[in-house]
């Protein structure tokens, strides 16, 4: 009785020794996630990063100060005057909720945080959420080997970092958490078929729904796996309840939130989930049809069944040709358009093609991005097909989508990363499984021949690998039961009991052994791409994505150099202007206005309408005077430029400035961008044309720059300025950064008029009414 039961209680004691040490292993991981993104703060300090996430820190304090109820009614008069922005309509409120839930969380147990280290400390916080959700979902797919090791390459994958980083206040810093494990619901729902995951997979798509637009991918990824299990003859219960509840729970959840409403039921982006869910209906009617008739009636009520199904579906069709046909883009927003076409932003919606992460990425980048799992991504998918379960299809169907994505917009490297890390979790885990079992088997079968043990060791020398596979086997022939593949389970159930003998078991294992020096040069070289892919992640954290953009360094022979000229300028905007003064510069920084100025600004990065920024990119790409008048016209007191030719600072507002005379001209014609280029090339040089030269964005940022160096010579774009020397005459000059980058002028007041010149005018227009001559309209400054 003993010696039965040992066996027995030996592998209960390596099972909850492994299950302690996993746990202990994914403690470390989410160590590892939150520790390697706090290079920011200690390399600068704790800071809010980039543009968007000023605008998230702006909202959560208000959440903190004024409550939910203010906050879902907040109407902010301080951006886009004169229009204002409904605030609690407009923004996806899963971050602010979330960082203030744990803001308010803290302040209950006597922690005394503040909101800006909340939100500053958010995005490392849930990376080590993300980095378990990702071994979650890896085990349901290859096993708990597999989810670690996902778990661990999601943890430093540069792709990541570069939006999670401490201070990276985003909405993606909650997303791809809720991404994820949204993901790994679906896939565990699928396993099992239990409702209560189910009912956990709405309730996190409705999370993402609030954190972030990105999720139409979710929406759109599982209908495709669920009709690629229909076509592949893979549909079973569980199939039914992992979809059915999520679209319907999932889709009145999503309407709850005020900036999606009912576009979740009225935009073509959800119309693939509503199909789908028509066709596994049909489907699952057919299944049970199936299992109450007789063949003969089964064959009637599937004409009968398939005769209304297609007047049905065609009705459904015409009527959503029908409103698809009223939208002029045919029911899908702008971005989406520009996924599924990329040249469609730069033909039609010059304001989504001008934002960087919106273009496409290059090579490197990818290699930048991921590193190694680009390589290990391929052996990944070919590890999923053996076999191929329907968690292993979701999988690929997952990594296939998301390549396509981050291929036309960088910013989806994002959605790329947790694949490409499973797929390369599975990858590393298959090969290390295998090289391990050849030593064992190696070392084993020399100590077989040594000591000349009994028939009872090579049971012992046998790796799990075999009982792994035919596990599987017998797995996938259970989730498929059906009358007529009974008798073909049954022959490979008893495939797999002959597989179990020893003397099976030990030929197989011979077949796929490797020797065992391969082996160890094997698991060496691993461990050496593991290495490399270890020093670039940490590389990428502390030096590509720990700078936040609003302090500057820059390292050269004399040391470093740190330029905080942003801040200055905010802080010079905030101690020496009204309150109520209005502030127009591009819309990149009109967030950063707003919420470290504290004063009103035209257009910010929320771009929601077009014609107000393209009024701005008139405004800057038209002469002074014009420019004046437009500006004046807003009410417009203060108008401020980024230039970057003293210090070699490239992303300032003169490299951008095509996208504003294209921004402006598209709504405007009277700015062409011809006029700006000479023989089709950008210049600001001696060459460059009188439109440009004259132009508000050049006067503004090169005025004075002469003195300087005595040449003007400008450091980013490697050439002397055209226009020297000239005066500004409906623009002051009141502050200018220490290192130039930030330039802040005023609008001079509207001349007097000159008692003498007004009679004089008006005796003249006197003389002149007799005549046929029409009086003379005011111009309009916008024309």
Not at 465 to 481: F, L
Not at 717 to 742: P, S
Request: proline share 5%.
């Amino acid at each position: 009785m003993v010696a039965t039961d040992s066996p027995a209680a030996g592998g209960s004691l390596r099972y909850a020794f492994g299950g302690v040490l996993s746990f202990f292993i994914l403690v470390l991981i989410g160590v590892l996630a939150f520790s390697i993104r706090l290079f920011s703060v200690i390399k600068y300090e704790s800071v809010i990063h980039e543009f968007d996430p000023y605008f998230n820190y702006r909202v959560t304090q208000f959440l903190t100060k004024k409550g939910i109820y203010d906050f879902w009614n907040w109407f902010d008069d301080r951006t886009w005057y004169p229009l204002g922005r409904v605030i609690g309509g407009t923004v996806y409120p899963g971050l602010t909720l979330t960082a203030g839930t744990m803001w308010w969380l803290a302040n209950s147990l006597n922690i005394p945080l503040s909101v800006e280290t909340v939100c500053v400390f958010t995005a490392p916080v849930f990376s080590a959420f993300a980095s378990w959700a990702a071994y979650l979902l890896t085990k349901e797919v290859k096993g708990p080997g597999a989810g670690l090791t996902a778990a661990a390459l999601l943890a430093m994958v540069p792709s990541y970092i570069s939006r999670s980083v401490a201070g990276s206040y985003d909405n993606e810093a909650v997303a791809i958490f809720a991404l994820v494990n949204t993901f790994y619901l679906y896939v565990k729902t699928l396993n099992t078929g239990s409702l209560f995951y189910a009912t956990l997979n709405a309730i996190s798509y409705f999370y993402m729904v609030c954190s972030w637009g990105g999720y139409t991918f979710i929406i759109n990824l599982i209908p495709m796996h669920v009709l690629l299990c229909i076509v592949t003859g893979r549909y079973s219960s569980r199939l039914y309840i992992a979809y059915a509840p999520l679209v319907v729970l999932g889709t009145l959840l999503a309407v709850l939130v005020p900036v999606v409403g009912f576009n979740a039921v009225m935009t073509s982006e959800h119309f693939a989930s509503f199909l789908v869910f028509i066709i596994l209906h049909v489907v699952a009617l057919v299944h049970y049809i199936k299992g109450i008739l007789s063949p003969r009636m089964f064959k009637v009520a599937v004409t009968l069944v398939l005769s209304v199904g297609i007047i049905l579906c065609f009705a459904a069709v015409a009527i959503l040709i029908a409103v698809v046909a009223a939208s002029p883009t045919k029911g899908w927003s702008g971005r989406s358009l520009s996924l599924l076409d990329p040249t469609y932003a730069s033909k039609y919606i010059p304001i989504i093609a001008s934002v960087s992460e919106h273009q496409p990425p290059t090579w490197p980048s990818y290699f930048m991005d991921i590193n190694v799992l680009a390589f290990l991504v391929p052996a990944g998918i070919i590890a999923c097909f053996l076999p191929l379960s329907d968690a292993s299809s979701f999988a690929v169907l997952y990594i296939v989508t998301s390549v396509y994505f981050s291929g036309v917009m960088v910013r989806l490297m994002l959605v790329l990363a947790p694949a490409a890390c499973i797929m390369s979790g599975i990858a590393l885990s298959e090969a290390f499984g295998a090289l391990t079992g050849s030593i064992k088997f190696h070392l084993l079968a020399s100590s077989d021949s040594q000591g000349n043990a009994g028939d009872a060791t090579p049971v012992s020398v046998l790796p799990e690998n075999g009982k792994a596979k035919t596990d599987k086997v017998e797995e996938t022939t259970k989730e498929r039961p059906s009358k007529k593949n009974r008798k073909k389970e049954k022959d490979v159930v008893e495939k797999a009991s002959v597989s179990h003998r020893p003397e099976n078991q030990r030929a197989e294992k011979k077949l796929w052994a490797l020797p065992i020096e391969a082996s160890v040069l094997g698991i060496l070289l691993l461990v050496l791409l593991g290495a490399f892919y270890v020093i670039h992640c940490v590389w990428a954290a502390a030096e590509a994505y720990s700078a936040p953009s609003i302090v500057l360094t820059s390292r050269t022979h004399d040391g470093l150099h740190v330029f905080d000229d942003f801040r200055e300028a905010y802080a010079w905007l905030s101690h020496n202007t009204e309150v109520d003064d209005k502030v127009a510069s591009w819309w990149d920084y009109g967030y950063q206005t707003t919420a470290m100025a504290n004063r009103t600004v035209i257009v910010d990065n929320n771009t929601w309408n077009n014609t107000h920024i393209a009024t701005v990119g008139t405004a800057m790409s038209s002469p002074e005077k014009a420019a004046w008048e437009i500006f004046n016209s807003l009410d417009v007191k203060y108008v401020f430029v980024i230039f970057g030719g003293l210090v070699g600072y490239p992303s300032d507002d003169i490299n951008k400035f095509l996208w504003m005379v294209r921004i402006g001209g598209g709504v405007f014609p009277h700015i062409k961008e011809p006029d700006y280029l000479r023989d089709g090339n950008y210049r600001i040089d001696s060459m460059a044309t009188p439109t440009m030269l004259n132009s508000l964005m050049y006067k503004l940022s090169y005025y004075r720059f002469v003195e300087t160096d005595g040449k003007g010579f400008d450091r980013v774009r490697q050439t002397e300025i055209g226009k020297k020397y000239f005066k500004l005459t409906h623009f002051e000059e009141v502050f200018t950064t220490h290192h130039w980058m930030v330039r802040i002028y005023k609008l001079k007041p509207p001349r007097n008029r000159i008692r003498g010149k007004a009679k004089k005018t008006k005796s003249k227009a006197t003389t002149s009414s007799g005549s046929n001559t029409s009086p003379k309209t005011k111009k309009n400054p916008w024309q």
